[in-house]
C-alpha cells in the first residue's frame, strides 16, 4: 500500500441503544465495565528486555497500583497477558497456551519494537515476527524499549478503552480462530494443538462467528490427538527410569 | 428475640461484615503501599476487583467440588459472622459460643482444600498441604488461648465475654487481665491471616499463590469476598476476647481496625519462614507465652 488512504478504515457499527428505551437498562453492564477497567491484574510475561522497565513501574517510583493494576503470578487470575519483547517461536507457543488458559475478557499488550514488527530481531529465522498475527492484541507500546512512563500511559489508554467498551479484542480471537490458527500452524506445523477448546468455548458462550472454522481448523480436527488424563500411579515417573 | 429480627440480624451481620471487611483489605493495602513508599490503591479498589472477577465473562470450572470448596469457605465464615457478637446485634452467639466458633473458623481451610484438591494442580496441593500445617501451627497457640480466656470469665458465651469486660472498664479488659494471652493471641491471630511471616502457603513466585492457582473469575472473587470476612472476623474475634468487646460502632470499628493494623504493618518488614520454621515457631513461643498465661490464671 502506497497511501495511507488505501488502508481500509474497520467501520464500527454504531452502539446499540438501550433496551426497550430504558435509559437506565444498561446500568449494570456499565458498572461492571467501569469495575472491569479499574481493576486489572497482570500477568508479565517477560520475554525480552522490556522485563526491565516493569519493576519501576510497579514499585514506588511509578506505582501501578493506583490506577487499579497490580500483578497476578497465573494466567487464570490474570486480566492482562503483557508480553515485554521479542518472541521466540519456542516461547511463542508458551505465550498461545497462557493467553488461552486467562479467562475473558482478557487483553494483550505488545511492549517494545519487537512485537510490533520484530525490531531488531527482523531477520532472526527463529523470531516470530508481529505478535498480532497469533493473538489479538489490544495495545502496543512502542519503544525499545519504552520508559516506565509509555508503559504507564500504555496503560491507562487501555482502562480508557475497556471503560469506552472499545477494547474487545478478545472475542475476536473466537470468532476468527481460524485466522489466528492458520497463523500459528504456519509456524509450528500441521500438527500444532493446544489443550484448551476454544471451538467449543465459542460455542458455549455464543461468541461463535462465520470465521471461527475454517481449513486450518479442519487440519486440527485431522491431526488432533485426544487429551487423556496422567496414569495415577505411585511412581508412574520412576517406571520408565527403570525400563 | 422473635423469628423476625433473628432473620434480620443473621442477613445484616454477614453484610456489616463484609462491607467492614472491604474496608479492612483498603487499609491493609494502604498499609503497604505506605511502608513501601507508593501510593496504594484507590478507595474502591478491593469493591472493583470483587465486581470484576464476578463479571468474569468465561467460567472455568474444575468440577463440582471445586465449586463447593468455595462455597464452604465463604460459608463458613458467613456461619461465623452470626456468631460474632457486634454493638446491637447478637445474632446467634448465644447458642454459638466459642467453641463451635473455633470450629466453624477451620471450614473454610478445609472447603478450600476440598476445592483445589479437584483442581489437580500440583502448585494447588502443595499450597493447600502447607496451609493445613500452617493451620495445625497456629490452632494450638489459639485453642490455649480461647481456653484461658473461657476460663478467666467462666463462661464460653461471648456475649457474657464482652459484657463481664465492659462492666469493670479498662481494668477489666482482657488484654489487662491476661497480657500473656493477649500476647500469644496476637501471634496465633498473625498466623491465622497467613500474611507475610506466614505466607509460605502463598509464595507467588514459587508456587504460583499455591491454593489460589487455578482459581479465575467467579471462584477467585469468592476468595476475595472471604478474604474480607478473615480479616473482619480475627479482628473481631481479638477485640472480644480482649478488648472488651463493641460498646458503640465507633469504639468497636476503631479497636477491630487498630488491632489489625498491627500484624498487618509488621507484615510487610519481613520476608517469609518455612513451613517446618513455622511450625516451630508457633509450637515453641506463642505456646510457651500462653501456657505461661494460662498458669498465671490459674494459680
Request: net charge neutral.
Amino acid at each position: 500500500m502506497t497511501s495511507l488512504s488505501d488502508i481500509p478504515v474497520i467501520q464500527t457499527p454504531p452502539e446499540a441503544p438501550a433496551r426497550g428505551g430504558n435509559p437506565l437498562a444498561n446500568v449494570f453492564d456499565d458498572f461492571i465495565r467501569y469495575c472491569r477497567s479499574r481493576s486489572l491484574f497482570m500477568l508479565h510475561y517477560c520475554t525480552g528486555c522490556g522485563a526491565i522497565e516493569l519493576p519501576p513501574a510497579m514499585t514506588s517510583r511509578f506505582d501501578m497500583e493506583r490506577i487499579g493494576i497490580q500483578p497476578m503470578v497465573t494466567p487464570r487470575q490474570a486480566d492482562i497477558l503483557l508480553v515485554t519483547g521479542y518472541v521466540s517461536v519456542k516461547t511463542l507457543k508458551r505465550i498461545i497456551l497462557t493467553y488461552e488458559q486467562m479467562a475473558s475478557p482478557k487483553y494483550v499488550i505488545g511492549i517494545c519494537s519487537c512485537t510490533v514488527n520484530g525490531g531488531m530481531y527482523w531477520q532472526s529465522y527463529a523470531t516470530a515476527k508481529k505478535l498480532n498475527d497469533y493473538l489479538p492484541v489490544d495495545l502496543y507500546i512502542a519503544g525499545c524499549m519504552p520508559r516506565p512512563e509509555a508503559v504507564i500511559e500504555g496503560l491507562k489508554a487501555l482502562r480508557d478503552n475497556i471503560e469506552a467498551g472499545t477494547s474487545d479484542n478478545w472475542k475476536d480471537y473466537y470468532q476468527r480462530y481460524d485466522h489466528y490458527l492458520g497463523n500459528q500452524q504456519r509456524l509450528f506445523g500441521a500438527d500444532w494443538q493446544t489443550p484448551t477448546e476454544v471451538i467449543a468455548e465459542a460455542k458455549h458462550y455464543g461468541l461463535f462467528g462465520p470465521d471461527t472454522l475454517g481449513e486450518h481448523t479442519r487440519r486440527l480436527e485431522d491431526h488432533r490427538k485426544p487429551l487423556e488424563p496422567l496414569r495415577m500411579t505411585l511412581n508412574a515417573g520412576r517406571l520408565e527410569h527403570m525400563e | 428475640m422473635n423469628v423476625a429480627s433473628l432473620l434480620v440480624e443473621l442477613v445484616l451481620m454477614p453484610l456489616v461484615a463484609f462491607v467492614v471487611g472491604l474496608a479492612m483489605v483498603l487499609m491493609m493495602r494502604r498499609i503497604a503501599a505506605r511502608l513501601q513508599r507508593r501510593v496504594g490503591p484507590p478507595f474502591f479498589q478491593p469493591l472493583f476487583d470483587i465486581v470484576k472477577l464476578y463479571g468474569k465473562h468465561t467460567q472455568t470450572s474444575h468440577g463440582l467440588v471445586h465449586d463447593l470448596g468455595i462455597v464452604m469457605a465463604v460459608g463458613g465464615y458467613i456461619a461465623a459472622e452470626t456468631m460474632l457478637p457486634v454493638p446491637g446485634m447478637t445474632g446467634i452467639a448465644d447458642k454459638g459460643g466459642l467453641v463451635v466458633l473455633a470450629y466453624v473458623m477451620m471450614v473454610p481451610s478445609l472447603g478450600l482444600a476440598l476445592g483445589v484438591g479437584q483442581c489437580a494442580n500440583p502448585n494447588g496441593s502443595i499450597g493447600i498441604s502447607r496451609a493445613l500445617t500452617a493451620m495445625l501451627a497456629y490452632d494450638v497457640p489459639f485453642i490455649i488461648v480461647i481456653f484461658g480466656v473461657a476460663f478467666h470469665f467462666g463462661s464460653s458465651n461471648l456475649i457474657t465475654i464482652a459484657a463481664a469486660q465492659q462492666a469493670a472498664g479498662i481494668a477489666g479488659w482482657g488484654v489487662s487481665q491476661m497480657p500473656l494471652l493477649a500476647l500469644a493471641g496476637l501471634f496465633a491471630l498473625h498466623g491465622m491471616l497467613g500474611k507475610q511471616p506466614f505466607e509460605i502457603y502463598v509464595a507467588p513466585a514459587e508456587i504460583a499463590t499455591g491454593p489460589m492457582v487455578e482459581m479465575s473469575g467467579k471462584h477467585m472473587g469468592g476468595l476475595f469476598v472471604m478474604q474480607c470476612f478473615q480479616l473482619y472476623t480475627a479482628a473481631v474475634l481479638y477485640v472480644t476476647l480482649f478488648l472488651g468487646g463493641g460498646e458503640n460502632w465507633l469504639s468497636f470499628l476503631a479497636k477491630s481496625f487498630a488491632v489489625l493494623a498491627v500484624p498487618v504493618s509488621l507484615a510487610y518488614l519481613f520476608p517469609r519462614y518455612r513451613t517446618e520454621d513455622l511450625v516451630r515457631l508457633m509450637w515453641k513461643w506463642p505456646t510457651m507465652i500462653g501456657l505461661l498465661g494460662l498458669a498465671f490464671l490459674m494459680h
